[in-house]
């Protein structure tokens, strides 16, 4: 099976935890898949959702910290409070999108917005972007990207997450459901599963 296979690295990354923790914000140990179709979008320049293509991930990062942040808080008469808390990010992030809609190559050859790796001070820089033959194997190993709630064979955390977020303001998310989030490798045996064979490891193209 041909896809896309972009290769994007920054410096930091952050990911939001769906439930925001007063006075400390950390932060998931890989994107949602909301996080890769807003990559996509701003590649495109248009909303891009499940509907457009099929998406797969494998991201790492070489450590994690925590700074702080200013924060403002809006009052009545749009009066603006400050306030500093605590914000966890992941240190030389390495994201790789796999990407089933053959379009989005040129989209990201020339993207309309700067691309992030979470928040707007997260940037990216695109490494490569290339058509690559996905293999399809019976045994394979996942590692460092996330798998549906029904995949009875993984283990790991476990978060409610949407796939996407309308452009609407205030934006609704859309398509919540559970995930595995997999810092691990694990073997899993099913029929027809997708591997890059240049990595050896599993490619699961949600949603």
């Not at 797969?56 to 808390?85: H, M, Q, R, W």
């Not at 796999?98 to 379009?103: A, R, T, V």
């Amino acid at each position: 099976m041909k896809v896309i296979r972009v290769k994007l690295n920054g410096w930091t990354a952050s990911f939001r935890y769906p439930i925001f923790i007063s006075g400390y914000q950390p932060t998931l140990p890989l994107p949602p898949i909301s996080t890769i179709y807003g990559i996509l979008s701003a590649a495109k320049g248009k909303l891009v959702t499940p509907i457009d293509t099929r998406v797969g991930f494998v991201f790492t990062s070489k450590g994690k910290a925590v700074d702080l942040e200013t924060i403002y808080e809006l009052g009545g008469n749009l009066k603006a409070k400050p306030n500093v808390i605590k914000r966890e990010f992941l240190i030389d992030p390495e994201l790789y999108l796999y990407i089933e809609n053959l379009d989005f190559g040129e989209f990201f050859k020339r993207p309309h917005y700067p691309i992030l790796i979470g928040r707007s001070s997260d940037l990216a820089m695109i490494s490569s972007v290339e058509v690559v033959e996905l293999a399809v194997r019976a045994e394979v190993s996942y590692t460092n990207t996330i798998l549906p709630f029904n995949f009875a064979e993984a283990h790991g955390m476990v978060h409610s997450l949407p796939t996407h977020f309308t452009d609407e303001v205030p934006r609704k998310a859309q398509g919540t459901q559970i995930y595995y989030l997999l810092d691990d490798a694990i073997e899993i045996v099913r029929e027809n599963q997708l591997v890059d064979p240049e990595h050896d490891w599993g490619v699961y193209l949600h949603p």
